[in-house]
């Protein structure tokens, strides 16, 4: 049983397009999270969100928009994609407490924008 | 808000070394938590350790162990006994408590181990 899952594992698009990435997770948690990581391997914070709201934006285009149906469920859609989208996008979730604060990652999906 | 720092992009031992990685950081709360995070070439990202910044003892987890000093805000990872499938990236993460909680990552730092 995989705890944090992600689909597609790869996704290669043309310019234009629009596409989705979707999250599932299986732990239970309240807080669900988009990380990118470009081309220099650098990890950065996208958005966040507890219990379905957005808590955390940052400063990411109008073109990514994030859709929690549930809180087990953190989709990312992205409009009009660009070739510096490409990059590995990945979902985490942890449970917003602050004595068990662990992050648990899905597998990443590495978008390929052509 | 927290900024990470590695200083050192890549090294690279002989297994069954011990090697240590770097890492410093800076951050305005008082309280938060701190960790190592593995990315292997299969791209999952695994946590190795996580510190508690108002515990004074420093984590260990089997071969790792951290070197944690709060007042320099420094967090060093220690690899004892290095073995081949420790070659990855490796992240230094800091996470504060207060509000909004995310991850901030440091650069990384990509560990070779040579047999």
């Known amino acids: 049983d995989t705890a944090v899952s992600q689909t597609p594992k790869y996704l290669v698009t043309q310019m234009g397009n629009d596409k989705s990435i979707k999250c599932e997770q299986n732990l239970g948690h309240d807080t669900m999270y988009w990380y990118k990581q470009d081309s220099k391997k650098f990890l950065k914070i996208m958005f966040s969100y507890n219990n379905k709201e957005l808590i955390i934006n940052e400063t990411v285009p109008n073109r990514f928009s994030p859709k929690s149906p549930d809180k087990a469920h953190l989709n990312l859609h992205i409009n009009s994609l660009e070739l510096g989208d490409s990059a590995v996008y990945f979902c985490?979730?942890?449970?917003?407490?602050?004595?068990?604060?662990?992050?648990?990652f899905g597998q990443g999906t590495r978008l390929t924008v052509v | 808000a927290q900024t990470v720092t590695q200083s050192q992009p890549e090294m690279s031992v002989q297994e069954a070394e011990t090697v240590t990685l770097s890492c410093t950081y800076d951050t305005s709360e008082n309280n938060y938590y701190l960790f190592w995070y593995k990315q292997p070439p299969s791209r999952q990202m695994i946590l190795v350790i996580r510190q508690e910044a108002y515990k004074q003892q420093n984590a260990t987890e089997n071969r790792f162990s951290v070197n944690f000093q709060k007042a320099a805000k420094s967090f060093s990872l220690k690899i004892s006994d290095s073995q081949l499938g420790d070659t990855a990236m490796y992240f230094c993460a800091c996470q504060g408590i207060q509000g909004a909680q995310k991850l901030v990552f440091g650069q990384g730092t990509r560990l070779t181990i040579n047999p």
């Open positions: 985490a979730s942890s449970q917003d407490r602050t004595w068990d604060t662990e992050a648990f």
